[in-house]
């Protein structure tokens, strides 16, 4: 089945050390997005790569960086995570960035950050 | 800008009653809508969507439908189940650039 693949489903790191966080997909679609996701709350995108073309949202913290190497794989790095930057993790995949009917956003299971 | 605002909860029914989770949107434009489901430690799956006014979604017996008039997408089931317990969001696309824009989440809690 296509499908989205986050690993590893849980992760546990230190305050300050550097941390990255997998996703590939098997759907073949142009974009991959982050979102961070805190206690059930809504999920807050940090930003979405269209091919190779990255796009930062504006309230995105310098600390999150991101790549895209081919198609299939896109990389979430912390390069200092701090006690606040413990959530889910959640990536997600469309066919393209017009909208509109069979474009929906495919997520993934999400990692779960913990930060000691 | 564009915004998503669910009913809080939680929610907490009886198996086989009946759920209505209200959603109201404010954009510019024809978005899209959707509905997405969470279980508990996982991502989030799309459960339904409508794309144009009048529209009806539906998927395991889960409906809602697309109201212009009143700028709605609630989402109704006749008969929830104990495994229908999970956070659910109303969301919207813009069209333009298919940013989705969530309502802050409604949890359901089902008891037997």
């Known amino acids: 089945d296509a499908m989205v693949i986050q690993n590893p489903r849980y992760q546990v790191t230190q305050f300050g050390k550097p941390v990255t966080l997998s996703c590939s997909q098997t759907?073949?679609?142009?974009?991959m997005y982050w979102y961070q996701q805190k206690s059930s709350q809504a999920p807050k995108l940090l930003f979405h790569?269209?091919?190779?073309?990255?796009?930062n949202e504006a309230d995105t913290p310098d600390n999150f960086q991101s790549r895209r190497p081919n198609t299939s794989f896109c990389f979430l790095d912390i390069r200092s995570p701090g006690l606040g930057d413990a959530a889910m993790y959640l990536c997600a995949t469309s066919r393209d960035t017009a909208g509109g009917y069979d474009n929906e956003q495919f997520f993934g299971p999400g990692t779960r950050l913990t930060v000691l | 800008g564009d915004s998503v605002t669910q009913m809080e909860g939680p929610v907490t029914l009886s198996e086989e009653a009946f759920l209505t989770i209200n959603c109201t949107y404010t954009?510019?434009?024809?978005?899209?809508l959707f509905w997405y489901v969470q279980y508990p430690g996982e991502g989030l799956q799309l459960l339904l969507k409508a794309t144009k006014a009048d529209d009806k979604g539906s998927n395991k017996g889960f409906e809602a439908t697309y109201r212009k008039e009143t700028t709605s997408f609630h989402l109704e089931k006749g008969s929830v189940q104990v495994s229908d317990s999970a956070v659910y969001f109303c969301a919207l696309n813009d069209n333009a650039g298919n940013m989705l824009t969530f309502g802050g989440g409604t949890r359901l809690m089902v008891k037997p």
């Open positions: 759907l073949n679609h142009n974009v």
């Open positions: 790569y269209y091919d190779k073309d990255f796009n």
């Open positions: 954009a510019t434009g024809y978005p899209s």
